[in-house]
């Protein structure tokens, strides 16, 4: 309760402040340099001022905290990454030559384009098949409710669902694993499932889709709506078969809205941290780079200089993606 | 190549009938234009031809072949979209063949076809381009291109030029009729709202009612002269026929209408029974069939100009209407004349061209006919 009303407080207090702010400084502005001023030339001096200080004083509080807690920590990331450990000493490229030739790192690498392959291509696939079936069946949306619900969980609370899916109990006691109940009562073997190499990356992978479905069933859907129903009806006229419609004649049409939905995915995976971090931290041949940056950066004393290369890269590698779905949404926007 | 047959068809969406007792034949190389207002099921009716929409009920028979459950592409049809249907990521060649590559057509046929169907249609030099890049009477044409090529013994078109504006839409409309002279033994069928294209491209017009049935079925000049009921009356030619409530005064071979009890009486020249004297019925006349009563000439009706409007070859003129309250009285008088407003005027019309339809609104001349 206490935490409660000192929480609604300090929200009450910021959005005062807030108003006090924007009214106070634009009376302020009016105060200094008033139109009504004792010459006229004067009076249109002081407007034409105030017209050009008026954007900043609005847009300043916004461009500081974005600048404080965005471009600062990137522009600092970089710094850090030419520096030592303890951040003393600048080394040159010292910490990427490190990178390059380190086994955690190539494993991460490797991990990571295990996902950035298979999570953005099976949430698509997925993502686009329910949409399409689910527009024909009077429980679509039903259906699409559920699917889409995983989207309002945190990863760290899917990662914890999931982690009961593929718990493991030792041999002797009763599997509460879900997975584990099921290839039991198929007659197999229980598995410790995501502490075997190579396909436990996959596991993990699931979880992500499970997630990622949702949103591009969502947005896909959308567009598909938005395809013309006579096209499909000359196509239907045309002699073509369901599966012929929606490959030759719906999916090129939402060809655009396909790609934006798979590299939204692809960014999201590059950052891909939560997931591995809760489930199973990287162990058992796990690792990606954001939970790699993660260790170097906090864990065993932590290295600023390597922890910041890492995540240098990782901004590397999503900058372009972002770029280009950036450049292709507005241009979508504006239409074709 | 195909003659059409439809037997009682209905739709029924849920329990509301929006089409019944639809029967129907086509002989083959027919243009038959379907014609009605909006939300009379003309559309509904061609894409159950398409097999586009289910039939509930009735028998749809395509060459004496039942074909209420056999799917669109089975059916020998090819249907004109309003809106073209292009697929928007294909080239227009690709367009025209696609129907053909999903029938697995060989290479040299579909390109034998398609260039044929370019060709009548002027398209060769689009073939590359993509529908985007076209203007509407092109983006048509292509439709109507991909249906010939799919060579088929009915040709759909639904309302095929609203989405064009009005000069591309009179020379497509001559398009049409072109393409209909080329291939005669082709049947086609054409839903629109517009009757002047009705009136100019159908060998037969059926004309289709709110109330989801057909009004009248016939050649557009037996349409337009001997109209079966006041809807098909005031449906074909513009502006409408005026038609006002009057109550029968002598019966006979020709029979003698007067708007009031009383009032002034004329005859129109069809034949009535006995029974029929002392009751209610409607009287029209179209407006380009009235003229100003010359000596010799027996008036029909004398008012007061309201409204003049000089459209050069014709003057329109709205009269005083016979009862209060009821729509002004048109007529088309040719030529420019200089009517002033609130002048008196005496018109008549041939006696042919007068109709007279009983309380059902059925035509006087079609009852106990059908």
Same mark, same amino acid.
């Given at each position: 309760m206490e935490q409660l009303a000192s929480a609604l407080g300090t929200v009450i207090v910021g959005v005062l402040a807030c108003v006090a702010y924007f009214y106070g400084s634009n009376w302020l502005l009016d105060r200094v340099f008033p139109a009504?001023?004792?010459?006229?030339?004067?009076?249109?001096?002081? #407007?034409?001022?105030?017209? %050009?200080?008026? @954007?900043? #004083?609005?847009l300043g509080p916004a461009l500081l905290t974005l600048g404080l807690y965005l471009v600062y920590p990137a522009l600092d990331s970089v710094r850090l990454s030419f520096y030592n450990s303890d951040s003393t000493q600048f080394v040159g490229l010292d910490n990427y030559v490190w990178l390059w030739f380190d086994d955690g790192f190539r494993q991460s690498m490797f991990n990571n384009m295990l996902w950035l392959i298979f999570v953005p291509a099976m949430s698509t696939f997925f993502g686009l098949v329910i949409a399409a079936l689910t527009d024909r069946i009077w429980w679509g949306n039903i259906a699409k409710s559920l699917i889409f619900m995983p989207m309002a969980i945190s990863f760290i609370g899917a990662s914890i669902i999931w982690k009961f899916v593929y718990e493991y109990r030792g041999e002797g006691s009763a599997q509460i694993g879900i997975l584990n109940a099921i290839v039991e009562a198929l007659g197999g073997d229980p598995q410790a499932w995501i502490t075997i190499p190579f396909w436990n990356n996959f596991f993990l992978m699931i979880i992500l889709v499970w997630i990622q479905t949702g949103f591009a069933m969502v947005i896909l859907s959308a567009a598909l709506r938005g395809i013309p129903e006579e096209?499909?009806?000359? %196509?239907? !006229?045309?002699? %073509?078969?369901?599966?012929?419609?929606?490959?030759?004649?719906?999916? @090129?049409? !939402?060809?655009?809205?396909?790609?934006?939905?798979?590299?939204?995915?692809?960014?999201?995976? #590059?950052?891909?941290f939560d997931i591995v971090f809760a489930m199973t931290n990287g162990q058992w041949d796990t690792q990606v780079l954001a939970n790699y940056m993660y260790d170097w950066m906090f864990r065993g004393g932590g290295d600023f200089g390597r922890g910041a290369t890492i995540a240098v890269i990782i901004m590397l590698l999503v900058v372009p993606i972002m770029i280009w779905n950036i450049r292709s949404a507005t241009r979508d926007s504006k239409g074709h | 190549m195909a003659s059409l047959k439809l037997t009682d068809i209905e739709k029924a969406y849920g329990v509301t009938k929006v089409l019944k007792n639809i029967n129907l034949e086509i002989e083959q190389g027919e243009f038959i234009v379907f014609v009605g207002?909006?939300?009379? =099921?003309?559309? $509904?009716?061609?894409?159950?031809i398409a097999g586009l929409e289910s039939i509930t009920g009735g028998d749809l028979q395509i060459d004496g072949q039942r074909m209420n459950e056999v799917p669109p592409s089975?059916?020998?049809?090819?249907?004109?979209?309003?809106?073209?249907?292009?697929?928007?990521?294909?080239?227009?060649?690709?367009?025209?063949?696609f129907g053909m590559k999903i029938a697995k057509a060989s290479k040299e046929e579909i390109h034998e076809r398609v260039s044929k169907a370019a060709d009548i249609l002027q398209l060769t030099p689009f073939l590359e381009r993509l529908p985007k890049a076209l203007s509407g009477g092109q983006r048509q044409r292509?439709?109507?291109?991909?249906?010939?090529?799919?060579?088929? *013994? /009915?040709?759909?078109?639904?309302? +095929?030029?609203?989405?064009?504006?009005?000069?591309?839409? /009179?020379?497509?409309?001559?398009?049409?009729?072109?393409?209909?002279?080329?291939?005669?033994? $082709?049947?086609?069928?054409?839903?629109t709202h517009d009757q002047v294209e009705a009136m100019t491209l159908a060998d037969r017009i059926v004309v289709l009612s709110t109330r989801g049935i057909i009004e009248q079925c016939g050649a557009p000049m037996e349409l337009y002269e001997n109209p079966k009921n006041v809807f098909v009356a005031r449906f074909i030619g513009s502006p409408a026929m005026n038609?006002?409530?009057?109550?029968?005064?002598?019966? =006979?071979?020709?029979?003698?209408?007067?708007?009031?009890? =009383?009032?002034?009486?004329?005859?129109?020249? /069809? +034949?009535?029974?006995? &029974?029929?004297?002392?009751?209610?019925?409607?009287?029209?006349?179209?407006?380009?069939?009235?003229?100003?009563?010359?000596?010799? &000439?027996?008036?029909?009706? *004398?008012?007061?100009?309201?409204?003049?409007?000089?459209? =050069?070859?014709?003057?329109l003129l709205y009269l005083e209407p016979p009862h209060e309250g009821e729509e002004a009285l048109i007529a088309k008088i040719p030529g420019t004349h200089d009517f002033k407003r609130g002048e008196m005027v005496t018109l008549t019309a041939d006696d042919e061209k007068r109709h007279l339809f009983n309380e059902e609104e059925i035509s006087f001349r079609w009852i106990g006919k059908e």
């Open positions: 009504n001023a004792a010459s006229a030339e004067k009076g249109i001096k002081n #407007l034409q001022i105030a017209h %050009a200080v008026r @954007p900043w #004083l609005f096209t499909i009806e000359a %196509a239907t !006229i045309d002699g %073509a078969n369901g599966v012929q419609i929606f490959f030759l004649i719906m999916v @090129p049409q !939402i060809w655009k809205t396909i790609a934006v939905v798979w590299t939204t995915i692809t960014i999201t995976v #590059l950052k891909v | 207002p909006s939300g009379c =099921g003309k559309s $509904t009716l061609l894409r159950m089975k059916r020998g049809i090819a249907m004109v979209f309003q809106t073209y249907a292009l697929y928007p990521h294909m080239t227009v060649y690709d367009n025209m063949a292509v439709a109507i291109g991909r249906a010939i090529v799919r060579d088929p *013994k /009915v040709f759909l078109f639904d309302e +095929p030029l609203s989405n064009l504006d009005a000069a591309l839409r /009179v020379a497509t409309r001559i398009e049409i009729a072109q393409l209909n002279e080329s291939m005669p033994d $082709t049947t086609m069928i054409y839903v038609v006002y409530d009057c109550k029968v005064m002598e019966t =006979g071979e020709k029979t003698r209408v007067a708007f009031e009890e =009383g009032g002034h009486s004329f005859t129109v020249n /069809v +034949p009535s029974t006995p &029974d029929q004297k002392g009751k209610p019925a409607k009287f029209g006349v179209r407006p380009e069939d009235l003229r100003l009563c010359e000596d010799g &000439d027996e008036p029909l009706y *004398k008012c007061e100009v309201r409204i003049v409007e000089k459209l =050069g070859e014709v003057t």
